[in-house]
């Protein structure tokens, strides 16, 4: 529907390649149609393993409009790491190009299928191919460190995918006015708000390769490409604002989203003192499991009591519950594990049944919801304002990816 009202518009830019909407819909054509003539019937896996460019978008695409399940894969990890995330997700077909094709092959030891988008067949065509999924139908895997560092695959939907544009639609008021950056990989879930926010509101994404640009002239691209909309994780947002001058930068930018860790009194500080008054600071707690679970809108003359920064108040369809060490719930200013109840939660993981039952709960009440348990602690006031209090299972962080080192025991 998009394609057909702006065909022309640019949905889809980076450092290298623009794309218009027309020419985006027939690239992901062409590369569904050579993905179904590479793969056999059914649901398996298809990896893409492409930098943070057009073409990883391009891949993304292709695989949904040709009925299967996306693993994107982040070609600056490891190796080994990605070596183990195609193993575990039993990939039928690595689609990659010729940037990364090397280490595709190095990856799949010629044990797994490779499509090249760089050398398509001229022959293929580029229509819609009008294939229909249900909601329910798997649509990607995405990958995190596992306990003892074992990849860990987090299923997701074509529901609750586009729940979660809902969510980004809605909490953002994305239109098409919008100029959107996505500097994070398409690996982990916080892009498909960013993605397909974009790209089903008619809106403009713009990548850009933090890893391979660095963040020094992060600034000046953002004013350049009249960004209006960039989120980070928080510890590469502090990255950044050690590389801003003492004057104000973006002056479009409409929304600055932090996620990922805590947000402190010095980020906010950081918020006041460098972006334009119209500009105001989202602080997202979010899990790869559950989508976005709660929002908080601060402007500029918002004031928040206390070192520690609260992660914002309900979003719609995300119930929060803190429970105490026997899994009951817990009244208002008392510390308690972090529970998700909503009917759109991850479907669990992925070759993973054990680790599925052991976070993942039905509903007591018998309902469509189920109950995801996070991990974390947290403090709820009467007000309603949740507080993220860190780990309860001694996971860490290191740049934004979180790490357990003890498993999780399923709730009596």
Not at 74 to 84: E, F, G, Q, T, V
Not at 191 to 216: H, M, P, T, Y
Not at 234 to 260: D, K, N
Not at 336 to 343: D, F, H, L, N, Y
Request: hydrophobic fraction near 40%.
């Amino acid at each position: 529907a998009i394609v057909s009202q702006s065909p022309n518009s640019l949905p889809l830019t980076s450092k290298t390649r623009r794309l218009t909407y027309d020419e985006l819909n027939r690239a992901a054509n062409r590369v569904a149609r050579a993905i179904l003539k590479s793969t056999f019937e059914g649901k398996r896996p298809v990896a893409l393993l492409l930098n943070h460019d057009t073409p990883m978008v391009v891949a993304m695409m292709g695989a949904l409009k040709a009925g299967k399940i996306y693993v994107p894969l982040d070609p600056s990890l490891p190796a080994p790491r990605i070596k183990a995330m195609l193993e575990d997700a039993q990939a039928e077909l690595v689609v990659t190009d010729d940037a990364v094709v090397s280490l595709a092959d190095e990856a799949t030891q010629g044990k797994i299928d490779r499509l090249n988008i760089d050398h398509l067949d001229g022959d293929i065509p580029d229509a819609n191919l009008g294939l229909r999924q249900s909601p329910d139908t798997l649509a990607c895997i995405l990958y995190t460190s596992g306990t003892t560092g074992r990849p860990k695959g987090v299923l997701h939907s074509h529901r609750t995918m586009l729940h979660a544009v809902m969510l980004a639609t809605n909490d953002f008021r994305l239109s098409a006015q919008d100029r959107i950056a996505l500097l994070l990989s398409c690996s982990v879930s916080v892009s498909i708000r960013f993605i397909f926010g974009a790209l089903l509101n008619g809106a403009s994404l713009r990548l850009f390769d933090a890893k391979q640009e660095g963040l020094v002239d992060l600034a000046n691209w953002l004013t350049k490409e009249e960004i209006t909309i960039c989120g980070f994780v928080a510890t590469t947002y502090r990255q950044f604002a050690g590389t801003l001058a003492e004057t104000q930068v973006c002056p479009a930018l409409r929304l600055i989203c932090v996620g990922s860790e805590s947000v402190s009194q010095q980020d906010l500080e950081v918020f006041r003192k460098h972006f334009d008054d119209r500009c105001l600071l989202v602080i997202k707690y979010a899990a790869n499991e559950t989508g976005t679970i709660r929002n908080l809108f601060l402007a500029k003359t918002a004031r928040v009591d206390g070192n520690v920064v609260p992660v914002g108040h309900a979003v719609e369809d995300k119930g929060v519950l803190l429970l105490d060490d026997a899994g009951k719930p817990i009244g208002f200013d008392t510390v308690g594990e972090i529970a998700v109840k909503s009917r759109y939660l991850s479907p669990g993981y992925w070759r993973r049944p054990d680790l599925t039952d052991a976070r993942f709960l039905p509903d007591p009440d018998g309902g469509e919801e189920r109950i995801y348990l996070t991990g974390d602690l947290g403090r709820m006031t009467p007000d309603g304002r949740l507080f993220h209090l860190g780990r309860k299972d001694l996971a860490v962080k290191i740049r934004g990816y979180t790490r357990e080192t003890k498993p999780p025991k399923r709730r009596p």
